[in-house]
């Protein structure tokens, strides 16, 4: 069975920076895609970054790109995202989520995702 388990959440004045993680349990983690999502409340969760089974290829949503890194240190089975530049508007309930399937591009909306973790709380503070 597969679960995630994020942390590295919290509270940070705008313009800091906070890196979350992403740690894994279950086998073949490696072999696949992992996306983080978030959701602000009462919006509609929107996708962020992924990052291929590999870590060789990246994706970003146009909001954080050049302000978010995502990595994966697979050896961990753990995902990172490493968020610069915070503004007010990246507070959110951050979750990483696995794929169903292995795909050659990582799907970049939430029903390509069939684990999610529980999520952890980010707050930006202006």
């Known amino acids: 069975q597969v679960q995630l388990v994020e942390s590295g959440g919290g509270l940070v004045q705008a313009g800091g920076s906070l890196r979350l993680s992403c740690a894994a349990s279950g086998r073949s983690f490696s072999t696949y895609a992992v996306a983080w999502f978030r959701q602000a409340p009462g919006k509609e969760r929107e996708f962020v970054a992924a990052v291929s089974w590999s870590g060789g290829s990246t994706y970003y949503a146009d909001s954080v790109k050049g302000r978010f890194t995502i990595s994966r240190d697979n050896a961990k089975n753990t995902v990172y995202l490493q968020m610069n530049s915070l503004n007010p508007e990246d507070t959110a309930v951050y979750c990483c989520?696995?794929?169903?399937?292995?795909?050659?591009?990582?799907?970049?909306?939430?029903?390509?995702?069939?684990?999610w973790g529980q999520g952890t709380q980010v707050t930006v503070s202006s």
């Open positions: 989520a696995r794929p169903t399937q292995r795909l050659s591009r990582p799907p970049t909306t939430a029903p390509g995702y069939g684990y």
